[in-house]
């Protein structure tokens, strides 16, 4: 949704430093919900339609569908695609979250029909789909407010309201006591599944929506097939592991917006390690990101938010080394800079020569598709710090089996000095930067510019 609740605001977390080297994995708590095997070396690409094209159509979007398979990326997150609502609309076209119908397309994007072609082919070229869905809420038109008023959440004069200590004045709330709306919302998200052969959702404000709803749901749903099921929650909101595979990763976001304001407090990702460790069970995830459709419309890009190219790079960097799985929004890989207007048409310019964001990217996703020292679920790696000389550097080690890949980062604006303690994992590696052999000591002291980096991998990668 455009905007975080002041609940899910209040939650983020502080981030505290870990000293010494500690060695972690996910939590070994049971998780009774499984990953699908094919988000295990996944990249997640969030796809606006409205802004992609200049026709702004599933059809249009169809033709990047072999520029996005060359730059490597596997699961397709579209934002909502059905009807949007027109009474109470913000803005000339409202937006993608104020639902009219669950069960059709939006006729500004195409029919059914082109949906479902869209579908097909991305499958045939090796896609998985994954469906925005808003649960809490819906447009002021859809049928619902008319055929059953009691599915919605009512003020003491038994009018209904919007969400309440939000802005979002126009959808309606949800009422969750309601439990013939409750089937209802599952059997519009199977119809979607049985009709289009999705892959799974993406959760809106799931926090917001009980954990005994999406119990059901969810064990409904994977029970048609393997879903990928996001939320956009912090983990403490929802039963991770039991209702969802993932969620929002946005204390790390919160960690790179800070890298601009050069404040140590932000200097370091050490209590973001553990506390992955200790909000994911095993064989769950975070979703790992420097931008999304909420970021750049409300909060300014990547480049803005962070301090330039450089610092984009370096959280994206950690955004694909971390545990997680790494997410990119329509335009990050041309290196667009601005800010897409939400209710509006404003269309992405895509660049007629390459940007250079576009083989960066292009790399981090091959490294994180060929080490499985970077999988996600029940094949992940470890993650183990790695004392630093510098407190503004942060270093680890992911490992799983041979294959292993070793991270240093310099999260602030300034050129620095470090001595690196690589220990045990001292070796010979690929230098990522050139794909030439490296050994690497015991002990190693480098260079890093301002938000440099150093990645050495048991991998050799085709891309430069």
């Keep these: 949704m455009r905007i975080k609740k002041a609940l899910t605001s209040a939650l983020v977390a502080a981030l505290v430093l870990v000293g010494g080297i500690t060695a972690t994995t996910p939590s070994q708590a049971a998780s009774t919900l499984t990953s699908p095997s094919w988000m295990s070396n996944a990249t997640v690409y969030e796809v606006n339609v409205r802004q992609y094209t200049q026709e702004g159509t599933f059809n249009a979007f169809a033709t990047h569908l072999p520029r996005l398979k060359k730059l490597g990326v596997k699961v397709l997150w579209l934002m909502p695609i059905q009807p949007i609502s027109k009474e109470k609309r913000k803005g000339t076209l409202g937006s993608y979250y104020s639902i009219a119908d669950y069960k059709a397309t ?120 393997p879903l990928w099921m996001l939320a956009e929650s912090n983990p403490s909101e929802v039963t991770i592991g039991q209702n969802f595979t993932s969620a929002y990763n946005w204390t790390l976001k919160d960690v790179f917006n800070g890298m601009s304001r050069g404040t140590t407090d932000n200097f370091n990702i050490s209590g973001e390690i553990s506390r992955i460790a200790s909000d994911y069970p095993k064989g769950t995830y975070p979703m790992n990101f420097i931008t999304n459709h909420d970021e750049n419309s409300w909060s300014g890009t990547e480049y803005t938010r962070l301090g330039g190219v450089a610092a984009a790079k370096a959280g994206a960097v950690i955004s694909f080394t971390l545990p997680g799985a790494p997410l990119l929004y329509t335009g990050q890989e041309v290196g667009m800079n601005k800010m897409l207007k939400f209710f509006e048409k404003d269309q992405v310019d895509y660049p007629a020569t390459t940007s250079p964001m576009t083989p960066f990217y292009t790399k981090l996703i091959e490294l994180k598709t060929k080490n499985a020292a970077l999988a996600v679920g029940a094949t992940a790696g470890s993650i183990t710090e790695v004392v630093s000389s510098k407190f503004e550097v942060t270093s680890y080690v992911r490992v799983a089996g041979k294959a292993k890949v070793l991270v240093a980062v310099n999260l602030s604006g300034k050129a620095t000095s470090v001595k690196l303690t690589w220990g045990k994992n001292a070796g010979s590696y690929y230098d990522y930067a050139t794909n030439k052999t490296v050994k690497i000591a015991s002990s190693q002291t480098v260079t890093l510019p301002a938000y440099g980096y150093k990645i050495y991998t048991t991998n050799k990668l085709v891309n430069k």
Excluded at 127 to 155: A, E, S
Excluded at 210 to 216: G, L, Q
């Design 106 to 225: 939006n006729p500004e994007f195409g029919t059914a029909a082109d949906f479902k072609n869209l579908v097909d082919s991305a499958h045939a070229q090796g896609f998985k789909i994954v469906l925005d869905w808003v649960p809490n809420h819906t447009g002021w038109d859809n049928p619902w407010i008319t055929q059953h008023p009691d599915w919605y959440t009512k003020n003491s004069a038994g009018q209904i309201i919007h969400p309440p200590g939000t802005d979002w004045t126009d959808v309606a709330d949800l009422n969750y006591n309601n439990q013939a709306m409750r089937a209802e919302m599952i059997a519009s998200m199977k119809y979607w599944v049985d009709t289009y052969d999705i892959d799974g959702f993406r959760c809106d404000v799931a926090g917001a929506v009980p954990n005994d709803f999406w119990n059901t749901a969810t064990a409904t749903l994977t029970a048609i097939k």
